[in-house]
């Protein structure tokens, strides 16, 4: 236990000096010298306690661990697995017997008879306490008169406030007039923005601002570092920086000087010009910050024309502050009449928006149409019932949410003898002397008359994107009987939407009930007649590219898919070639097959934005695809997990459609171009207008995204409103960047008055011949807007073959797929549920632990 032993003569000298300090403590402030026995009498207790109280401390802070259990041990401790914290304690109660220092013997020993030594001090220790004493003294009163400087400091700048401001102004002044008329001005950016190079913009001019603080947020082309509580970074100074520190240096020498000549010298008599100086720096160091940046707020909100004419004007007190109250009265009247005119502004803003939008979208109160509400499940013969009737009729018109759809009526009804015509956006086949049309929801013209109009999948009304269309066709629609089909859960706002026209309701209910299997679904599980549904092209053509291997025949659909090629891919189920169909959700749109059983493979899509769980309506609408009437009596449905949850979706109560969305119709246009002519003052307008009860707008925004392409180019120049916005609302993908600039190309075409330029046609992979099928589209679209229609017959032609070419890649590439890793490549089970494999997924989170 050397430790202990030699830190214990340590302990002892400074139980020592305690002593010895305590009695200086204990004579300092006694007019009679008290004796040794006084002392003793008073402070025995705190003698005999002080040892104990420094050895311990002492003892336990510097003897190491293994030594203070070696110790307990020699006292009978067994410590071995003992922790720390009892260590310690055990360690601080047995250490209090270790050879205690008696300090009454050695008081005793030191001054009991050491009389001279005692009277020595306590004399030093009156001494050093009288000196102290007279410091603090002095010191109070030095505090004293700094307190007083300061109150008259801040009643000087109280007092002379108003006139420090007009010396700020005028100083300001002077420079902004050389600022103006010397510095170089740069483009506008984000301070933030260093790696942004600047472009020098010319001059400025006083005339381009009207207020200071618009010229306090230019660039000066510096670079500066600036500091911030926990980090500090780089950017462009603006001026704002620069006069913040002008005005700050400024007021540190004039108000500085000011307050010395006014300072009253009795405040301060008696003390060195230095220390007054010391005083006044600390006091002003805070106080001129905070003057410095109220002048500048101040000067801010000035005109910044007043302060650059001030410039010319020599400073005189009187004269300034007459200019300056001049100054206020008329930035005061000025900043009235601009807000008048803001008022004005806003009002007939108000007032132009109500008179273009506003009236558009109330729904009509009473029309002389005879609607047909068919309201009910999938597959419950709505649409059939509605056709019948469409077809008896002279003339009739069936609006299709779908181009597929579209064309299976058209088929349809010619086969049954009644002539049709087909339009869509890409296409038109005309039958002569035909007086039935069918046609996608958006070809719909409010000019047109038919004798019976037929508008399928109405429930679409809510889209955000598409749902206007629906809302156009059902409130414009020009015909004596209009048939309306549509989910359950749309029945009581379209009821509502008709207001008082005549309403027939027909409600369908399900021949062939839906039965949701017990077990969940494995693809082993397999059979003939099921449909496997999935939300995505690409698990698609992995999950038939596995059944196809296992020795099934597989029909595939999903949206990106020819409707020709999905047209091929049905009949061959329906003709019993395949025996399986892979579908997306497309499958719930007026798709009848003679579905056995429904299977969800997944039970999450993406919308666009996230991925989220399915709707209630969503999975109503796909499941209800299962069972045909004199095939199947019952419609089965199975889910690959989540079985409770999905089985709860089919069963309850689907959310009632509140809302319709709206968008721009030819009307509002129309309205528009009596105030303005440019797109981007009409989407400014279009997100002020406040969307009518019950309504949303259409977000516009792929049509934002395209009209941001062409903005102040020639091609908006010299297009006219309505045909820009007819361009920009082109039915066509635009996610893919080939076909934006295809679309760019071609509306340049029209506006140069040359041909438009073919589109771009690959066959090589099956995603290939997809996109050129959609860049065909879009070329169809351009020339039947031109009005080409020969030239659309060639291309229709062409479209078609190359949606063959699509059909028979299915039947060849497709089972060569394999589900890939998007990480390492490696191959994946046909069920495993995510786009990488578990040891890229494990290697990436534990990247991101380690950052």
């Known amino acids: 236990m050397k430790k202990i032993a030699s830190i214990y003569p340590d302990a002892v000298e400074h139980t020592k000096q305690k002593i010895r300090d305590d009695i200086i403590s204990y004579l300092q402030d006694k007019e009679i010298m008290p004796s040794f026995a006084d002392y003793v009498?008073?402070?025995?207790?705190?003698?005999?306690?002080?040892?104990?109280?420094?050895?311990?401390?002492?003892?336990?802070?510097?003897?190491?661990?293994?030594?203070?259990?070696?110790?307990?041990?020699?006292?009978?401790?067994?410590?071995?697995?003992?922790?720390?914290?009892?260590?310690?304690?055990?360690?601080?109660?047995?250490?209090?017997?270790?050879?205690?220092?008696?300090?009454?013997?050695?008081?005793?020993?030191?001054?009991?008879?050491?009389?001279?030594?005692?009277?020595s001090m306590y004399e030093k220790a009156r001494m050093d306490y009288q000196k102290r004493k007279e410091e603090e003294v002095l010191h109070q009163k030095k505090q004293q008169v700094i307190q007083a400087i300061e109150n008259e400091v801040y009643s000087i700048i109280r007092k002379n406030h108003h006139l420090f401001y007009l010396y700020?102004?005028?100083?300001?002044?002077?420079?902004?007039?050389?600022?103006i008329a010397t510095r170089t001005r740069y483009q506008k950016l984000n301070p933030h923005d260093i790696e942004e190079r600047l472009i020098p913009q010319g001059f400025f001019l006083v005339e381009d601002y009207s207020f200071a603080k618009d010229f306090f947020e230019e660039v000066t082309g510096t670079i500066q570092k600036v500091n911030y509580s926990y980090s500090s970074d780089y950017e462009y100074e603006t001026f704002y920086h620069v006069y913040d520190i002008r005005i700050q240096e400024f007021l540190?020498?004039?108000?500085?000087?000011?307050?010395?000549?006014?300072?009253?010298?009795?405040?301060?008599?008696?003390?060195?010009?230095?220390?007054?100086?010391?005083?006044?720096?600390?006091?002003?160091?805070?106080?001129?910050?905070?003057?410095?940046?109220?002048?500048?707020?101040?000067?801010?909100?000035e005109y910044i024309a007043d302060l650059v004419k001030l410039s010319e004007i020599p400073f005189d007190e009187e004269l300034h502050e007459k200019i300056f109250f001049e100054d206020i009265q008329l930035r005061e009247k000025r900043k009235a009449e601009?807000?008048?005119?803001?008022?004005?502004?806003?009002?007939?803003?108000?007032?132009?928006?109500?008179?273009?939008?506003?009236?558009?979208?109330?729904?009509?109160?009473?029309?002389?149409?005879?609607?047909?509400?068919?309201?009910?499940?999938?597959?419950?013969?709505?649409?059939?019932?509605?056709?019948?009737?469409?077809?008896?009729?002279?003339?009739?018109?069936?609006?299709?949410?779908?181009?597929?759809?579209?064309?299976?009526?058209?088929?349809?009804?010619?086969?049954k003898g009644t002539p049709c015509t087909l339009k869509t956006g890409e296409e038109e086949k005309v039958i002569p002397d035909a007086r039935h049309v069918s046609s996608t929801v958006e070809m719909f013209h409010e000019k047109d008359f038919y004798d019976v109009v037929v508008i399928d999948e109405s429930q679409m009304i809510s889209d955000k994107d598409r749902g206007f269309s629906w809302y156009k066709a059902i409130t414009k629609v020009q015909a004596n009987e209009v048939h309306i089909i549509a989910s359950k859960n749309a029945k009581d706002m379209l009821i509502q939407l008709l207001g008082d026209s005549t309403i027939e309701l027909v409600e369908y209910q399900r021949d062939i009930p839906l039965q949701v299997e017990e077990k969940e679904f494995k693809i082993k599980h397999v059979k003939k007649g099921d449909a496997l549904i999935c939300f995505s092209r690409k698990r698609v053509l992995e999950t038939a590219s596995r059944l196809q291997n296992d020795g099934h025949s597989v029909s595939m659909i999903y949206g990106s898919m020819p409707p020709e090629t999905r047209k091929k891919q049905v009949e061959r189920f329906i003709n019993g070639e395949t025996s399986i169909v892979v579908s997306t959700d497309a499958i719930g749109m007026g798709l009848n097959l003679p579905i056995r059983r429904i299977v969800f493979l997944e039970n999450s899509k993406f919308d666009g934005i996230s991925r989220r769980f399915l709707t209630s309506q969503e999975v109503k609408q796909i499941a209800g695809r299962a069972g045909r009437k004199g095939l199947y009596n019952i419609g089965k449905v199975a889910f690959i997990d989540d079985r409770k949850k999905m089985s709860q979706l089919l069963i309850q109560e689907d959310e009632p459609i509140h809302t319709f969305a709206i968008a721009p119709t030819n009307s509002v246009f129309e309205r528009f171009q009596r105030y303005y002519r440019d797109l981007g003052t009409f989407f400014e307008l279009w997100d002020k207008f406040k969307s009518p009860?019950?309504?949303?707008?259409?977000?516009?925004?792929?049509?934002?995204?395209?009209?941001?392409?062409?903005?102040?180019?020639?091609?908006?120049?010299?297009?006219?409103?309505?045909?820009?916005?007819g361009l920009l609302h082109l039915p066509f993908s635009t996610r893919e960047p080939e076909l934006i600039k295809q679309w760019e190309k071609n509306v340049e075409a029209i506006v140069g008055g040359y041909e438009l330029p073919e589109p771009r046609i690959k066959k090589r992979t099956l995603e290939e011949l997809e996109l050129s099928y959609k860049a065909i589209g879009l070329h169809l679209l351009f020339l039947y807007r031109l009005n080409k229609r020969t030239d659309a017959v060639y291309w229709e032609r062409i479209r078609e073959e190359i949606s063959l070419l699509v059909h028979e890649k299915l039947k060849t590439e497709v089972k060569n797929m394999q589900k890939k890793c998007r990480q390492c490549g490696k191959t994946l089970p046909w069920d495993h549920r995510y786009p990488i494999c578990d040891s890229c997924f494990a290697k990436r989170h534990k990247d991101y632990d380690g950052i």
């Open 41 to 119: 009498h008073d402070r025995k207790h705190y003698v005999e306690q002080i040892w104990i109280n420094v050895w311990i401390n002492v003892a336990s802070n510097k003897t190491p661990r293994e030594e203070k259990k070696q110790y307990l041990r020699s006292r009978g401790f067994e410590v071995d697995g003992v922790d720390r914290k009892t260590i310690n304690k055990l360690f601080r109660n047995e250490i209090k017997e270790y050879d205690p220092f008696s300090t009454e013997e050695w008081l005793y020993e030191t001054f009991s008879n050491a009389d001279a030594q005692w009277t």
């Open 252 to 301: 540190a020498d004039t108000v500085l000087n000011k307050v010395k000549q006014l300072l009253s010298p009795k405040a301060y008599s008696g003390y060195e010009e230095a220390l007054i100086q010391d005083v006044l720096s600390e006091l002003f160091h805070d106080l001129l910050y905070d003057l410095s940046g109220e002048y500048l707020t101040y000067i801010a909100d």
């Open 338 to 415: 601009e807000q008048a005119e803001r008022d004005r502004k806003k009002a007939e803003e108000a007032r132009i928006l109500q008179e273009i939008f506003e009236f558009e979208y109330n729904p009509p109160s009473s029309r002389n149409v005879h609607y047909v509400l068919h309201i009910g499940e999938t597959n419950t013969g709505k649409t059939f019932h509605a056709l019948q009737r469409m077809m008896n009729a002279e003339s009739g018109m069936y609006l299709a949410p779908l181009r597929l759809l579209a064309l299976e009526v058209y088929d349809f009804l010619n086969t």
């Open 693 to 725: 009860k019950g309504t949303k707008k259409a977000s516009l925004s792929e049509e934002r995204e395209l009209y941001e392409r062409i903005r102040g180019t020639e091609l908006e120049a010299r297009l006219a409103l309505t045909d820009l916005y």
């Open 168 to 179: 700020t102004r005028k100083f300001v002044a002077d420079r902004l007039k050389a600022d």
